[in-house]
């Protein structure tokens, strides 16, 4: 199984993309290891889009930090359930609470978003691991506070939340703490690049752990 | 609710940051109606690109014909799961054949991807209704297939597969036919671009009809 292609086709589909995309980003990746560099490249091919190789930036302990809890199989939180089905080849358990009837009532009580009420709650329980953010800048300032206050145990935060309003300021802020990151530099990102991004470390910890 | 906020922290996001996209697109969506224009919006908020806007072109039949399946709760068929699990305010079925044992089978007897499979799979139901391809050119392949051999009734098709292999290729073959259908040009597209379509268009339905 190569990125996602489970068939002949679909393999070679896959291949023949890779090659077209290390051509059109060589400069922008020039710097970063194997993994980091993989990382990139499928964040391009899930997007179609290059400018992703100038936009994506990661703290130099994000994958380290990454490969240790995914090979714990450490729980990977993510801000919607788009995120999560993307994930298709992870033994550990992926969790999403933006639907949990408790994280809806945490919302409502203290006037805030879903996603920031879906941390709260998982500070409540025992979750460990990842948090991967496609879409709201809320769940990482959320994060970011909860941390912070030492009341959550995230290894490493794919914040890669999309839009004009918050998403940038949010990214920026959490790529200058010292928890292991990733980040798109500006509104660009989604819910594609943080599952491209937690893909490639699955493949990446089956191939050498 | 309004595009997926459900409280007010999320509603006031998205109204600033419709008003952003706005005034960053209003040249690119000039003869479009103002359900176009809304589809056009709401895939430049889900990708914080504004590219979209020149990117995405539908037949004039499109939105009508999507809005008649939508309202009879013709069941939405999307290639991957990211695709279903973004679509949440629907009454009607949802579905997605890619893990399903059958489609599998399919795909390894005829050496074809499984969302290809899929739909050879959805033309042995009694699906009808709407097709939403995020990731497979494929899929997109075998619809307009099947299509002309009058073998599955689909009544619409959001075709934004995104790739560098083929993708671009099957969403020009696709505007070329006469099946009511939105595409984005180019390499670009993916899971988001079709949600936020189908998401528009059901918001649309829910005020209008």
Do not use: W
């Not at 703290?59 to 380290?64: G, I, M, Y």
């Not at 609470?97 to 409540?124: D, F, G, H, M, P």
Request: glycine letters at 6%.
């Amino acid at each position: 199984m190569f990125m996602g292609a489970s068939t002949k086709q679909g393999y070679d589909i896959a291949i023949k993309s890779r090659e077209i995309i290390r051509d059109l980003i060589k400069d922008d990746v020039k710097g970063l290891n194997p993994y980091e560099t993989d990382i990139v490249e499928r964040i391009v091919h899930s997007t179609a889009d290059p400018e992703y190789a100038k936009l994506v930036s990661m703290s130099s302990d994000f994958v380290e930090e990454s490969l240790k809890s995914l090979k714990n199989n450490e729980t990977i939180l993510t801000d919607i359930n788009m995120v999560k089905s993307g994930i298709t080849q992870y033994d550990g358990e992926i969790d999403c609470y933006i639907k949990n009837e408790e994280v809806i009532k945490i919302a409502k009580e203290n006037k805030i978003t879903r996603a920031a009420a879906a941390l709260i709650y998982a500070s409540q329980t025992d979750f460990e691991g990842i948090l991967a953010v496609g879409n709201a800048p809320t769940a990482l300032y959320a994060a970011m506070d909860l941390i912070k206050k030492n009341e959550i145990k995230i290894k490493s935060i794919v914040g890669v939340p999309v839009g004009f309003v918050g998403a940038a300021d949010s990214k920026e802020e959490l790529h200058k703490t010292n928890i292991p990151n990733i980040i798109t530099k500006g509104p660009k990102g989604g819910t594609p690049i943080a599952v491209a991004c937690i893909n490639s470390l699955i493949q990446t910890m089956n191939k050498v752990l």
